[in-house]
């Protein structure tokens, strides 16, 4: 059995995040010890490096518990995880699609900047219907 910060080092998930994870029904409540704290057993810690493996990756927490319980689910078929996946790298596609945009828009505001001008045309422009 490990305490909090031991599962927290173990998995790479900060001790508050845990408590978050545990709240928002992520990861279930962990056990007690005779004096109240959490202890976590190595099927806990695995679920939690699993957890943020995902969330390093970007996937939702409504997708996490998702694909957690498919992980969990005897009858589930990889196709059901794929699904999960295509759609996450769907929502990536077009996140980068609208951060191109933006950089290109960032670009023409600054490019109208000079060093030493007393008015900025980014500044005036930002102000601009």
Known sequence: MYEIGQAA??????????????????VPRAERSSSGRRVYEKADI???RFVRRCRDLGFPIP???TL????SDDRAR???AQKVGENHLKAVRAKISDL????GALM???AHCETGR?????LRRLFTD
């Open 78 to 80: 990889c196709s059901d």
């Open 108 to 110: 023409e505001l600054i």
């Open 46 to 48: 695995a679920r939690l």
């Open 118 to 122: 007393l008015e900025c045309p980014m």
């Open 9 to 26: 080092r173990l998995s790479g998930v900060n001790a508050e995040t845990i408590r978050y994870y545990e709240r928002k029904g992520v």
């Open 100 to 103: 191109v945009q933006l950089e």
């Open 68 to 71: 957690l319980a498919l992980s």
């Open 63 to 65: 997708d996490v518990k």
